[in-house]
């Protein structure tokens, strides 16, 4: 049996804590049965953000005719972006490895738990204090052998598809249908119901629908009754809700329907390590499971299947074992974005959620046409809505739709993080005419609401 001071089962953003261990010297075993860096370098944020970024280009120039000028694409080298996108992906696995001293042993394959601190990978036990589980989720499984997931995009080998059928109605399926349709590749959208993007905000994702709809064809209240591959082509049946069947063909079949936990491969029956219902691993708030010594970090815990979120738990996690770190992490607020066009970025509450738990709130919706900058874009959708406490002044929710609308979130998420009253982002300095003086206006409504509600209150 090989002894570490500490094991790390998962080589995404788990991989920093393996660094930084190693360098204080302590012995560390790192386990990765896929690429190491994970999912969001190889298969999720960062490749598909890429891809966004061609069909962001794409898409200015085919709507280059609100600003007055005529313009056309005379050509897409789409195996020259992928090509380019499947050379970043190819770096990934050994730029993580060569970030290992001398005192990370890798070990490439799947870890099982023989007891709550030994852990069996390629035939050999292994054991440590210390134990982290960051094994991370894996797309729901396609409906069909020869369907893709998201998985199967990154990197894309063989013949590129000419048309795609996408399955769903959440932000992957949303960002690589805006992609595949914006470089001239036939795409259709099945979504289920009537809704779109549903966990924002309901006034956002009933802009996103209207905006969104324009460039991407998307047949709603509609699935697929029956699937047929042959000669290299999906023939699909499809329904919708009044039971009426139609037929659609495409040459690629993507579904992109959910995330599932990939702690099924660790033998955790082995263990004292308890799981929810959906499979994700249990943990209190310094991330430790049932199993003393054991903790879990990311998606594995099913709580922020964000990037971002991952890695603020992975570094925070490095202090408690490796600093003697006495603080529990509270998240005070989760941001997030969607990379599409339109583009969303939301933190807080909804108000569909602020109505369910019965939060006193009042609300504003601005739009941006006060800044020249945003005026200069010549698109009248976007707006700001806050969710403010009224008698706090605490903005309980921020939901943004426009163009830059994650980078725009950020002064909204350093005035939360500081010191959450909404008067600050009324009263502070903007630099006259940028895209974040839109926020002013939102402000200068959201203080107005609050003192509205005091006056018929």
């Not at 953000?49 to 709507?63: F, M, P, T």
């Not at 936990?261 to 263990?271: F, H, K, R």
């Amino acid at each position: 049996m090989k002894n570490f001071d500490l094991i790390i089962i998962g080589a995404g953003r788990a991989s920093n804590l393996a660094v930084k261990a190693g360098k204080m010297g302590k012995k560390v075993a790192i386990i990765e049965k896929s690429k190491f860096g994970g999912t969001c370098p190889n298969r999720g944020c960062v490749p598909s953000k890429l891809l966004i970024a061609y069909a962001n280009v794409a898409r200015s120039i085919k709507e280059s005719k609100r600003h007055f000028i005529d313009s056309t694409i005379d050509k897409i080298d789409i195996k020259k972006i992928f090509d380019e996108t499947n050379l970043y992906i190819s770096k990934i696995d050994s730029n993580y490895k060569n970030k290992f001293n001398e005192n990370v042993q890798i070990f490439e394959g799947t870890a099982k738990f023989k007891s709550n601190n030994v852990v069996i990978v390629n035939n050999e036990e292994l054991t440590a204090p210390k134990i982290v589980i960051a094994t991370g989720t894996r797309p729901v499984k396609a409906e069909h052998e020869k369907a893709w997931t998201s998985d199967d995009i990154f990197p894309l080998e063989g013949e590129i598809p000419k048309s795609i059928t996408i399955v769903g109605s959440g932000f992957i399926a949303c960002e690589l249908a805006n992609f595949f349709s914006a470089i001239g590749i036939k795409t259709k959208l099945l979504v289920r119901s009537q809704r779109i993007l549903g966990n924002e905000d309901e006034d956002i994702s009933a802009i996103f629908k209207e905006e969104f709809s324009k460039n991407v064809d998307i047949l709603f209240d509609t699935s697929i009754k029956n699937i047929n591959y042959s000669n290299n082509k999906f023939d699909l049946e499809l329904i919708n809700k009044n039971n009426e069947t139609s037929k659609h063909t495409s040459q690629a079949l993507l579904y992109a329907t959910g995330r599932v936990a990939n702690t099924d491969t660790l033998e955790l029956q082995n263990t004292s390590i308890q799981i929810d219902e959906r499979s994700f691993i249990k943990r209190d708030e310094y991330f430790q499971t049932n199993a003393k010594g054991v903790y879990v970090v990311g998606d594995a815990s099913g709580k922020y299947m964000l990037q971002h979120a991952a890695a603020y738990e992975v570094n925070h996690l490095g202090k408690i074992l490796l600093e003697d770190e006495k603080e529990a992490l509270k998240f005070k607020y989760m941001p997030h974005a969607v990379f599409t066009d339109p583009e969303i970025a939301s933190v807080g509450i909804t108000e569909q959620k602020a109505k369910v738990n019965n939060i006193e709130y009042v609300v504003s919706i601005t739009n941006w046409q006060a800044s020249a900058k945003a005026m200069s874009l010549r698109l009248k959708y976007p707006r700001t809505k806050f969710i403010i406490n009224p008698n706090t002044y605490e903005i309980l929710g921020c939901h943004l739709i426009g163009p830059e609308a994650s980078t725009m979130m950020h002064q909204i998420l350093a005035v939360m993080h500081i010191d959450n009253d909404i008067r600050h982002l009324k009263e502070m300095l903007y630099i006259h005419p940028a895209l974040s003086e839109a926020i002013l206006p939102a402000a200068v409504e959201a203080v107005k609401a609050v003192e509205d509600f005091h006056v018929h209150n």
